[in-house]
């Protein structure tokens, strides 16, 4: 009994430390639960925390992003502003449009126009003086006379009694000086004639940026400046042969002019300058093409609008107060535009081609001819027309081209020769150049011949044109232009494509 009672105690201690023991055991388990959910708790409050923070923060970086593209498209603008307000306003176009487009009344304004020396800058192509019957269409600097010269084309009324000014800009200040002229002696009977403005430079001025030729009685207020071209000679010109074309009015023969500034790329040119008066709008499709690559320059003529231009060469033949749509004008303004930018000029129009008969372009050809005759003249190419009422030979025929506007120029192999003596176009180093005129040249800087006359076996001019002759007319069959043809076809094709008047 005793052993019972002992064992019986024995049990009771054990069971109540195992309750013992239990109990913290279950209590610890209970802590750690707690302790699990706050944990828990805590990290989930955290994370609401943090998401909400995140939330909040986006948007402000978006809001604050926003802020800063507007303010910086607010600069943007502005700096565009400033930029063009030192630029001038573009010339006014001379295309034809093909349909009438809706006048827009724009409300915003254009930008300041530059200004020079205070005064308002105006950049050709033609511009009235005053009050004069006087209109110039730019000023150069001329360094061939052992000083510094502003010469500047004009067309004057030849009529008009008057003394000019020259208003030069230097160095933020005004600088005046009595202007010399001459009328150039090819007038043609017109009223209005090509004339030759010069400003002497005075010491105090190294070089003028602006110019501003005035009546000299009122030199003292002047209302625009002229910009002053070819300030800066470079050690080697940009081309080494530039087309001076004049002028360029009503013209929709696609396929000519596509030909004619393919062949002239083949012969050597790198330039060619159009004095442009108005053209049709696929003509303007083209042109934007050779410009957009930089072969071509246009120049707005824009004469027409402030003196009645004649449609002919003859004043007892054709209306109008100015010769042959100012074409004369055109010429020496190319000339003095490209004087220091261009070894050799070509002075001819969009219909004709100065050909080799020997070589096969201008830079093999001229180094010959100087060597014969000297590089202080320049040298003249007889008129032969090829005239399309001519037979049409179809040796080098493009179905493709069918649909063009225009003549294929190698279907016309057959010329008329033209009075040597009176027909003809030059090329020339136009530092050469005093006065230029429809063929060939008025005035060198030097004495004696001012143009040679290129022997016909050597090279001569392919004038392709309408061109109706009688019956009775001497043709003989020239097929040189046909030596071209394995590069102008593909070359033209090209251009057609690229311009949409044909599929590939």
């Given amino acids: 009994m005793l052993i019972n009672s002992v064992a019986m105690f024995s049990r009771g201690k054990c069971d109540v430390k195992y309750n013992r023991l239990k109990s913290e055991s279950e209590a610890k388990a209970f802590n750690k639960r707690i302790c699990a959910l706050k944990i828990f708790y805590f990290c989930a409050i955290l994370f609401v925390f943090v998401f909400i923070i995140f939330f909040y923060m986006q948007d402000y970086f978006k809001t604050s992003n926003a802020k800063f593209k507007v303010h910086n498209a607010k600069l943007i603008m502005q700096n565009k502003e400033s930029k063009d307000s030192d630029v001038p306003n573009p010339p006014p176009s001379t295309h034809l449009p093909s349909v009438q487009t809706p006048h827009v009344n724009h409300t915003s304004t254009s930008p300041p126009a530059p200004k020079a020396c205070g005064v308002q800058v105006k950049d050709g192509p033609v511009i009235k003086v005053g009050n004069l019957h006087t209109y110039v269409t730019g000023s150069y600097m001329d360094y061939r006379f052992g000083e510094k010269r502003i010469k500047t084309i004009a067309i004057v009324l030849r009529e008009e009694q008057v003394e000019y000014s020259c208003v030069m800009c230097c160095d933020g200040r005004n600088v005046t000086s009595p202007a010399e002229y001459t009328i150039h002696s090819d007038h043609f009977g017109f009223e209005y004639g090509t004339a030759t403005i010069t400003c002497h430079i005075n010491s105090p001025c190294l070089i003028p940026t602006h110019v501003a030729i005035t009546a000299r009685e009122i030199s003292e207020s002047i209302t625009s400046f002229l910009p002053v071209r070819n300030r800066d000679v470079p050690a080697v010109f940009p081309y080494e042969f530039t087309v001076c074309i004049s002028v360029m009015f009503d013209y929709k023969n696609v396929l000519n002019l596509v030909e004619s500034l393919e062949m002239f790329r083949l012969l050597g040119a790198q330039r060619v300058v159009i004095y442009k008066t108005n053209c049709d709008s696929d003509t303007q499709k083209v042109l934007d093409y050779y410009v957009k690559r930089g072969f071509v320059e246009i120049i707005p003529w824009t004469i027409k609008n402030h003196i009645e231009v004649s449609s002919g060469w003859r004043k007892d033949l054709s209306s109008g107060q100015l010769h042959y749509y100012g074409q004369i004008p055109a010429l020496n303004d190319c000339i003095y535009r490209y004087m220091y930018q261009s070894h050799y000029v070509a002075l001819h129009d969009i219909d004709e081609l100065i050909l080799p008969l020997k070589v096969k372009t201008w830079p093999e050809l001229l180094p010959e001819l100087e060597k014969m005759d000297g590089t202080t003249v320049g040298f003249r190419f007889d008129n032969n027309v090829f005239p399309f009422t001519a037979k049409a030979y179809t040796n ?96 033209v094709s090209k251009v057609l494509q690229d311009c949409g008047f044909i599929e590939a």
């Fill in 396 to 491: 080098y025929e493009q179905d493709k081209w069918k649909k063009v506007t225009g003549w294929n120029i190698l279907n016309y192999i057959e010329r008329i020769p033209t009075d040597p003596l009176i027909n003809f176009k030059v090329i020339v180093n136009p530092r050469l150049v005093l006065k230029a005129t429809v063929h060939g040249l008025l005035e060198n800087v030097h004495s004696g011949f001012t143009t040679v006359r290129v022997s016909n076996s050597i090279a001569r001019m392919y004038h392709l044109k309408y061109f109706k002759y009688p019956p009775n007319t001497n043709i003989i069959r020239d097929d040189h232009l046909w030596d071209y043809a394995k590069d102008l076809i593909p070359a």
